[in-house]
């Protein structure tokens, strides 16, 4: 069973930037889809990036149009990382990590595992 584990939420001014970090202890992520989503209590879990497995011959990294000049994905064996730039308070969240195998996926439903979150906030 893969667990995973967010790191690097916090308080980050607005317009300020943020580094989150997933990782999975024991395990290596290279086999793995992994993920981006966002949720606040009041609205649905919103997906942000995914970056493909080492095994697939497509696209491999991929963000969310509204925010893909900002925020960008990055992996390496055993973490996955999302840079968030110029954070509005709008995106104040709670940050999941999700892992799934094979073939990359943009929808919450396709992903097995997921981290407990972090939070993100921007105060206005």
């Known amino acids: 069973q893969l667990q995973l584990t967010e790191f690097r939420g916090g308080l980050v001014q607005s317009g300020g930037s943020r580094r989150l970090s997933c990782g999975a202890s024991?395990?290596?992520?290279?086999?793995?889809?992994m993920a981006w989503f966002r949720q606040t209590p009041v609205k649905a879990r919103e997906f942000v990036s995914r970056s493909s497995s080492s095994t697939y011959n497509g696209r491999q990294a991929f963000v969310v149009g509204s925010v893909k000049d900002r925020f960008t994905i990055s992996r390496d064996a055993n973490t996955v990382n999302l840079q968030m730039n110029a954070l509005t308070p709008a995106e104040t969240d709670d940050y999941y990590c999700?892992?799934?195998?094979?073939?990359?996926?943009?929808?919450?439903?396709?992903?097995?595992?997921w981290g407990q979150g972090t939070q993100v906030t921007v105060p206005s």
């Open positions: 024991g395990h290596h992520l290279a086999a793995h889809v």
């Open positions: 999700a892992a799934r195998r094979v073939d990359p996926a943009e929808v919450e439903s396709k992903y097995a595992f």
